[in-house]
């Protein structure tokens, strides 16, 4: 083999591995921008209703387990609203985290 077709198989080579590599990042991203983009809520007793639209995002209740998109609104704004729409809350979560109980107390305070 001639140095021009070795150096050839190595540049054909190395294309299919990034590009293999950009394929795997492009189809594991959005996964975990929508779960980077959602609130969690536990309730502290299960919801009457599986699903409610709470400041127009779908809020979707399994039991005590509620998940909702990212609205727009400061998480505590967003807390307190599912707090009136579906009850007390034990647990709240945003991409940013988990509230403190300070944060939980103010949240519960809404109803």
Do not use: H
């Amino acid at each position: 083999m001639t140095t021009t077709a070795t150096s050839r198989s190595l540049i054909a080579a190395g294309l299919a591995v990034v590009g293999t590599i950009a394929s795997f990042a492009v189809t594991t991203s959005p996964v975990q921008a929508q779960t980077a983009r959602t609130y969690s809520a536990t309730l502290a007793a299960p919801a009457a209703e599986a699903t409610k639209v709470v400041n127009g995002v779908n809020w979707t209740c399994t039991g005590t387990e509620c998940t909702g998109r990212v609205d727009g609104a400061a998480p505590i704004n967003t807390c307190t609203r599912v707090v009136k729409a579906f009850g007390q809350v034990t647990k709240f979560t945003t991409p940013k985290g988990e509230f403190d109980a300070a944060k939980l107390a103010r949240c519960n305070a809404a109803v």
